[in-house]
């Protein structure tokens, strides 16, 4: 059975390559735990557009969403992470 983990931390970056995004979920008592995807960048592209229209759905029946902080990296890993 697959595990489910719930994620109140998100980061994403890419290369040339692929995409790398990281699922973290970090407890009140400090524990964490990580699931890593890396993906295509055709792959991430049709994620991204079939996320978007999910969440369209979603706030027309359940109203709109209130985004996370977004922590833009200005180093050279091109990383962006969201926290709730």
């Keep these: 059975m697959p595990k489910i983990l719930p994620s109140n931390a998100v980061e994403v970056s890419h290369n040339k ?11 009140p008592d400090g524990h964490v735990e990580a699931v890593y995807i890396v993906i295509s960048p055709a792959g991430a592209k049709t994620t991204a557009d079939l996320l978007g229209k999910e969440i369209q759905e979603y706030e027309k029946q359940a109203g709109t969403i209130t ?3 977004v922590q833009n990296r200005t180093d050279s890993t091109s990383q ?5």
Excluded at 17 to 27: D, G, M
Excluded at 80 to 84: A, G, I, K, T
């Design 17 to 27: 390559e692929t995409f790398c995004l990281i699922f973290r979920f970090q407890s």
């Design 67 to 69: 985004p996370w902080t």
């Design 80 to 84: 962006n992470h969201l926290s709730s």
